[in-house]
């Protein structure tokens, strides 16, 4: 049974930082892209960031370059996210999903598996 589990998220002040985790059991890791959405109350989901199976390439949406660095270890089956110079609309559930294939791509078409999220909050 294949699950991802999504863990660090919390309450931190807007400027902070936070490193989410997302540990993935039950695939083959490596065969996966990797990416990392989120949700924010009364909008849609959106990518924010993904990371080729070997690690080599990664994308970030437009709000969050610069801000945000997402990385793996396929040694331990983990991907992570880390948020800087957090903002207030950076407050969401972020979800981590996995999609086989090289790349992780540009668009949740495709993706195989779901996290159940993990709540980040931000306070100003």
């Known amino acids: 049974q294949v699950q991802l589990v999504e863990s660090g998220g919390g309450l931190v002040q807007a400027g902070g930082s936070l490193r989410l985790s997302c540990a993935a059991s039950g695939l083959t890791f490596s065969s996966y892209g990797m990416g990392w959405f989120r949700q924010a109350p009364g909008k849609e989901r959106e990518l924010v960031a993904t990371i080729s199976r070997s690690g080599g390439t990664t994308g970030y949406s437009d709000p969050v370059t610069g801000r945000f660095t997402i990385s793996r270890d396929n040694t331990k089956n983990m991907v992570y996210l880390q948020m800087n110079s957090l903002k207030a609309e950076a407050a969401a559930v972020y979800y981590c999903?996995?999609?086989?294939?090289?790349?992780?791509?540009?668009?949740?078409?495709?993706?195989?598996?779901w996290g159940k999220g993990t709540l980040v909050t931000v306070s100003s």
């Open positions: 999903a996995a999609k086989w294939g090289v790349l992780f791509g540009t668009s949740e078409d495709g993706v195989a598996y």
